[in-house]
């Protein structure tokens, strides 16, 4: 019994160090930014509790970048509004890092008949992450036009 005790350990450990890092902090492509998750979780937890807007206003940079994204977070409101409540949770879409100081992340808000895409582009400057862009988009046409775009090879001609 401790024979086994002992292989199942080192087999862990072994795993541990193979892989380099927990799984909890791996995505693809490598390491979860160190802080980032939280501002993230912190920007939804404040978007599915009220108002859109209020989360926009405290993921803003600063006093201008609240100002300029004010009309956003209107926009926001009134397509919740018009959804007839509440968002209904969200979901990630897609997340890059561009640097090891920025990551854009791209989401789905999920309303009722339809969602609205959130993307937002965070910046590292020294130990914490803040949003530096936001955009939300609530056209699908737009967004099936950008998936095709990605999606489509052009065809060759066939050599005759």
């Given at each position: 019994m401790k024979?086994?005790?002992?292989v199942?350990?080192?087999?862990?450990i072994?795993?541990?160090?193979?892989?380099?890092?927990?799984p909890?902090?791996?995505?693809?492509?490598g390491a979860?930014?160190?802080?980032?998750?939280?501002?993230?979780?912190?920007?939804?937890?404040k978007?599915?509790?009220?108002?859109?807007?209020?989360?926009?206003?405290?993921a803003a940079?600063?006093?201008?970048g609240?100002q300029?994204w004010a009309s956003?977070?209107?926009a926001?409101?009134?397509?919740?509004?018009r959804?007839?409540?509440r968002?209904?949770?969200?979901?990630?879409?897609t997340?890059?890092a561009?640097?090891d100081r920025?990551?854009?992340?791209?989401f789905?808000?999920l309303?009722?008949?339809?969602p609205m895409r959130?993307?937002?582009l965070?910046?590292?400057?020294k130990?914490r992450?803040?949003a530096?862009?936001?955009?939300?988009d609530?056209?699908t046409t737009r967004?099936?036009?950008?998936?095709?775009?990605?999606q489509?090879?052009?065809?060759?001609p066939?050599?005759?």
């Amino acid at each position: 019994m401790k024979y086994c005790i002992v292989v199942l350990a080192v087999g862990l450990i072994a795993l541990v160090l193979v892989n380099g890092r927990a799984p909890a902090q791996t995505r693809a492509g490598g390491a979860l930014p160190a802080g980032l998750d939280a501002e993230i979780t912190d920007f939804w937890q404040k978007w599915e509790g009220d108002k859109p807007s209020e989360a926009i206003r405290r993921a803003a940079p600063n006093a201008d970048g609240q100002q300029a994204w004010a009309s956003i977070g209107q926009a926001a409101d009134e397509f919740q509004f018009r959804a007839g409540g509440r968002c209904l949770g969200h979901s990630e879409v897609t997340r890059k890092a561009m640097s090891d100081r920025m990551e854009y992340v791209s989401f789905l808000a999920l309303y009722e008949p339809s969602p609205m895409r959130v993307q937002l582009l965070y910046y590292k400057a020294k130990d914490r992450w803040s949003a530096v862009g936001l955009r939300i988009d609530s056209n699908t046409t737009r967004w099936m036009e950008e998936v095709n775009a990605i999606q489509v090879v052009p065809e060759t001609p066939a050599d005759e």
